[in-house]
């Protein structure tokens, strides 16, 4: 029988408290991920070009983990979390959820895995934030048939989507910030 040392579990990746602090990152984001899925489709009919604002709310999950906890894997895990509330709250698009969760949170963790996970700097969420934002875009923008719109309309569509999720980047570190001067960063580890 193999015995543990006191210090292995602290020195655990995904300990406990990790998960915890994930698992209410998720439901708490996945509320808004939820909400998020139920206006879409009056947004895409009514207002299509602020569609990647809606969209952009699903960056939240990773950005609040990463910046709150700044281990690997915890933006994958916060996102997938936040798609299995979302897809309680918004069944209709679960696949459209993990499929986010998914992406997104690999754009993160593939961002934050490039920096070795020791730069937690803001640059490196936006960079991950506008390669998202354009993914959106370009996917939408095909999607929806945006390209029926007049040229004013496309050229505000695609900086609005490129630009929200960088506007809940911001929103996602300012919480993630809050959260560790809150102690959730000592709480973990």
Known sequence: MAQHSPGASARSVLSTRVLLTCAAIGVATGILGGVAGWITIPVLAGLPVVYGLVLGVHVLPGIIAQEALRLPWVALL???????VSSAIAPIYVM?????????GGIQEIVAAVVR???WAPWRFFISAVIIGLIVAAAVFFAAHLGALPVWAQIVYLAISVLGPVAWTA??????????????VRATR
């Open 96 to 104: 459209q959820f993990l499929g986010t969760a998914v992406l997104f």
């Open 78 to 84: 916060a996102h997938v979390l936040a798609a299995l």
């Open 117 to 119: 996970y020791r730069s």
């Open 171 to 184: 929103v996602g570190l300012a919480v993630g910030a809050g959260l560790r001067r809150a102690g959730v």
